[in-house]
């Protein structure tokens, strides 16, 4: 399996800084060899009218995660990783706390990425399993500008 290149939590964040993951108050909290941690608080921005857990807003997360996997995982700082498709199964709500997701890749290939997010709740109860697949861009390809 490939190691994700190394980097802190903090310079994530700091990636993050202007987008929709801050918006929703996305945070990576954790960076291993093999895996991307993050949390998201459940509230007033990532709440549905009946006031539970958007599932696009579980989908933002495991994107966001899934994502950053995928571009430590690049070899080459001249390629990017963006979304091609993603699914979420929301399997049980939530309407407080926090949501935890943690994403691992299943396949790193040449010119696609597959990664699966599972996101929990603060029991640990599983909210949301996701699969993203990431297509591996040049960075002087428009679509990753």
């Known amino acids: 399996m490939t190691e994700l290149r190394k980097t802190t939590p903090s310079e994530a964040n700091r990636f993050m800084r202007d987008t929709l993951a801050e918006a929703l108050g996305i945070e990576i909290t ?3 060899k093999d895996y991307v941690k993050g949390s998201m608080p459940v509230d007033r921005r990532t709440r ?3 006031g539970i857990l958007h599932g696009g807003a579980s989908a933002a997360l ?3 995660l899934g994502s950053i996997g995928g571009t430590l995982a ?5 390629q990017s990783c963006v979304g091609l498709e993603i699914n979420a199964n929301h399997v049980s709500s939530v309407s407080g ?4 997701g943690t994403a691992v890749p299943l396949h790193i290939g040449r010119t696609t990425h597959v990664w699966e ?3 929990e709740d603060d029991e640990r109860n599983l ?3 996701s699969r993203l697949t990431l297509a591996v861009v040049s960075r002087t390809d428009p679509v990753s500008k």
Not at 74 to 78: C, D, Q, T
Not at 97 to 100: E, M, R
Request: glycine fraction near 8%; aromatic fraction near 8%; proline fraction near 4%.
């Open 117 to 119: 997010i599972t996101i």
């Open 97 to 100: 706390g926090k949501v935890y």
């Open 30 to 32: 954790e960076i291993g």
């Open 48 to 50: 549905q009218p009946f």
């Open 127 to 129: 909210v949301c399993i």
């Open 62 to 64: 495991a994107e966001t």
């Open 74 to 78: 690049l070899e080459s700082e001249a």
